[in-house]
């Protein structure tokens, strides 16, 4: 069974940085391109940054480029999102998912995640 577990989330003033985690179990962790994605409330879920398999290659949506960084530890089981230079809006739930194939180097759309976390709440106040 596909298990992701995100934490490091919490309230941070803007311009304050945050480090997310995402623990990954039941599945050959290295084989896979990962995404995190986020929620804010009222709005839908939007594609934050992938991944390759080897940590690579990684792919940043706009509103987060040159602030956020992520990266993975494959002998770990773990993909990581630093988060810094944050604002009001990029408070959110993340999410770390994985997607369905494992024969790209990432993955941008929500349609081609299969296995999601719970959710870690990041909260910036201004």
């Known amino acids: 069974q596909v298990q992701l577990v995100e934490s490091g989330g919490g309230l941070v003033q803007a311009g304050g940085s945050l480090r997310l985690s995402c623990a990954a179990s039941g599945l050959t962790f290295s084989r896979y391109a990962m995404g995190w994605f986020r929620q804010a409330p009222g709005k839908e879920r939007e594609f934050v940054v992938g991944?390759?398999?080897?940590?690579?290659?990684?792919y940043y949506a706009d509103p987060v480029k040159g602030r956020f960084t992520i990266s993975r530890d494959n002998a770990k089981n773990t993909v990581y999102l630093t988060m810094n230079s944050l604002k009001p809006e990029d408070t959110a739930v993340y999410y770390c998912a994985r997607p369905r194939r494992s024969d790209a180097d990432y993955f941008t759309q929500i349609k081609e995640y299969d296995y999601w976390g719970q959710g870690t709440q990041v909260t910036v106040s201004s």
């Open positions: 991944i390759s398999r080897s940590g690579g290659l990684k």
